[in-house]
């Protein structure tokens, strides 16, 4: 049923911003050394694992999570997917899919 595989595509410059920003404020470390682990460990790491699954999704949404129209496009599909699933009664109040029920188990 949720087979849509999505890529969330953020500028470099953007996504180091973010994490110096937060490794600051929220973590205390010192620029130096969130520059030195950026460089050293998180973007190779981006670079060798992360890039290479975007030739792989159905969907690229570029600008990340300011992108609110194609955010607000993939939850109106999956909005109607779940709308389709036939529910089942489960015997204990509550109503469940079909499809989920059976991926759970």
Same mark, same amino acid.
């Given at each position: 049923?949720?087979?849509?595989?999505?890529?969330?595509?953020?500028?470099?410059?953007?996504?180091?911003?973010?994490?110096?920003?937060?490794?600051?404020?929220?973590?205390?470390? *010192?620029?130096?050394? +969130?520059?030195?682990?950026?460089?050293?460990?998180? #973007?190779? !790491?981006?670079?060798?694992?992360?890039?290479?699954?975007? *030739?792989?999704?159905? +969907?690229?949404?570029?600008?990340?999570?300011?992108? #609110?129209? !194609?955010?607000?496009?993939?939850?109106?599909?999956?909005t109607d997917l779940l709308n389709h699933v036939p529910m089942?009664?489960?015997?204990?109040?509550?109503?469940?899919?079909?499809?989920?029920?059976?991926?759970?188990?």
């Open positions: 049923m949720m087979d849509m595989k999505l890529f969330v595509d953020t500028d470099s410059d953007t996504r180091l911003s973010r994490r110096v920003q937060r490794d600051i404020e929220s973590r205390g470390r *010192k620029l130096e050394n +969130v520059l030195t682990q950026y460089t050293t460990f998180v #973007k190779p !790491a981006f670079e060798e694992f992360c890039l290479p699954t975007k *030739k792989y999704a159905d +969907v690229i949404i570029p600008r990340g999570g300011e992108n #609110k129209v !194609a955010i607000g496009l993939i939850v109106q599909h999956i089942i009664n489960t015997g204990r109040g509550k109503r469940s899919s079909r499809k989920l029920s059976n991926t759970l188990h």
